[in-house]
């Protein structure tokens, strides 16, 4: 197999037999690339607990054209449901919206590959504009305008540039990297500019491939943080926002078909070191599923 993928999992480049293969971590950005000329579609669901406000986030991934085995395109559109809970609020709550959130274009090139049998070492740089597509009209029961932060999109164009790395031997596989992603303003209102940094690592089961129809299972420990400095109202920092959030990560995903993968992962919050006075991070459940064509 030569510059092929393995499952629905985006492969090392040149591997002879026996094959080895490692998934890519839910959370943790890769920098495996597609093969050249193959698509794939993404569609996962987190569930974002957040003091009284419940947000469940569904991206669906597409990665539509790799115009190169070392670069990969992609498109995330986003839908987004939010609910905000208050005692005496009834079954509506004070805030019930939900749509699309703001669309993300993207690519991801890998600038260094060296493969070897078993494995392989990779860096790449991804990029990706996200475009005010979400709503940003949403009112609390009452009327009122939500802040903000409570809106589906942000009002204005970001983007961010994300450094990744990829170690993998056989069936360890190892992923770091680290973006910083910042927003235009909105009427007045700018979202704090966040800093992410993450680690993966990745264990396969069995050790050996046999063919390319082997059922695969990857287990995953990460770790997910995201530092964000204040948001900003004409200027004026907001002190009730911004900090420094880390999760614990375990997931699991099983390839069960040479095109399917399956995965869930669920992230624990274990450093919340948030600016003034601000609700606590849950616990977040996610799952999905990846195709490769």
């Given at each position: 197999?030569?510059?092929?993928?393995?499952?629905?999992?985006?492969?090392?480049?040149?591997?002879?037999?026996?094959?080895?293969?490692?998934?890519?971590?839910?959370?943790?950005?890769?920098?495996?690339?597609?093969?050249?000329?193959?698509?794939?579609?993404?569609?996962?669901?987190?569930?974002?607990?957040?003091?009284?406000?419940?947000?469940?986030?569904?991206?669906?991934?597409?990665?539509?054209?790799?115009?190169?085995?070392?670069?990969?395109?992609?498109?995330?559109?986003?839908?987004?449901?939010?609910?905000?809970?208050?005692?005496?609020?009834?079954?509506?709550?004070?805030?019930?919206?939900?749509?699309?959130?703001?669309?993300?274009?993207g690519a991801k090139w890998a600038f260094f590959v060296?493969?070897?049998?078993?494995?392989?070492?990779?860096?790449?740089?991804?990029?990706?504009?996200?475009?005010?597509?979400?709503?940003?009209?949403?009112?609390?029961?009452?009327?009122?305008?939500?802040?903000?932060?409570?809106?589906?999109?942000?009002?204005?164009?970001?983007?961010?540039?994300?450094?990744?790395?990829?170690?993998?031997?056989?069936?360890?596989?190892?992923?770091?990297?680290?973006?910083?992603?910042?927003?235009?303003?909105?009427?007045?209102?700018?979202?704090?500019?966040?800093?992410?940094?993450?680690?993966?690592?990745?264990?396969?089961?069995?050790?050996?491939?046999?063919?390319?129809?082997?059922?695969?299972?990857?287990l995953y420990l990460e770790w997910n943080g995201t530092?964000?400095?204040?948001?900003?109202?004409?200027?004026?920092?907001?002190?009730?926002?911004?900090?420094?959030?880390?999760?614990?990560?375990?997931?699991?995903?099983?390839?069960?078909?040479?095109?399917?993968?399956?995965?869930?992962?669920?992230?624990?919050?274990?450093?919340?070191?948030?600016h003034g006075a601000q609700p606590g991070v849950g616990?977040?459940?996610?799952?999905?599923?990846?195709?490769?064509?």
């Amino acid at each position: 197999m030569t510059r092929r993928a393995l499952g629905a999992v985006l492969v090392l480049a040149g591997v002879p037999a026996p094959l080895a293969a490692q998934g890519l971590p839910f959370h943790t950005e890769t920098a495996l690339t597609t093969a050249f000329a193959q698509r794939g579609v993404r569609a996962f669901g987190t569930v974002v607990h957040r003091g009284s406000v419940t947000t469940v986030v569904a991206p669906l991934v597409v990665l539509p054209l790799a115009p190169h085995e070392r670069v990969t395109t992609m498109v995330v559109v986003p839908v987004v449901v939010r609910r905000m809970w208050a005692p005496g609020a009834g079954d509506g709550g004070l805030l019930s919206i939900g749509g699309l959130g703001d669309l993300t274009i993207g690519a991801k090139w890998a600038f260094f590959v060296r493969d070897r049998p078993g494995g392989t070492n990779r860096l790449a740089v991804l990029g990706v504009v996200r475009l005010p597509t979400g709503e940003t009209n949403a009112t609390f029961r009452d009327g009122t305008p939500a802040p903000p932060p409570l809106q589906l999109g942000a009002g204005a164009v970001g983007a961010a540039l994300t450094l990744v790395g990829t170690l993998v031997r056989g069936r360890v596989g190892l992923t770091a990297d680290v973006g910083h992603s910042r927003t235009a303003s909105a009427d007045g209102f700018r979202h704090g500019a966040t800093t992410r940094y993450d680690v993966a690592l990745g264990f396969r089961i069995p050790g050996y491939i046999a063919t390319v129809r082997t059922q695969t299972v990857q287990l995953y420990l990460e770790w997910n943080g995201t530092i964000t400095v204040h948001d900003r109202v004409d200027d004026v920092n907001v002190t009730d926002s911004g900090g420094h959030v880390g999760f614990v990560s375990p997931g699991v995903q099983w390839v069960p078909l040479p095109q399917l993968l399956v995965e869930a992962s669920l992230q624990v919050p274990v450093l919340e070191d948030l600016h003034g006075a601000q609700p606590g991070v849950g616990v977040r459940p996610a799952f999905g599923a990846r195709v490769l064509f």
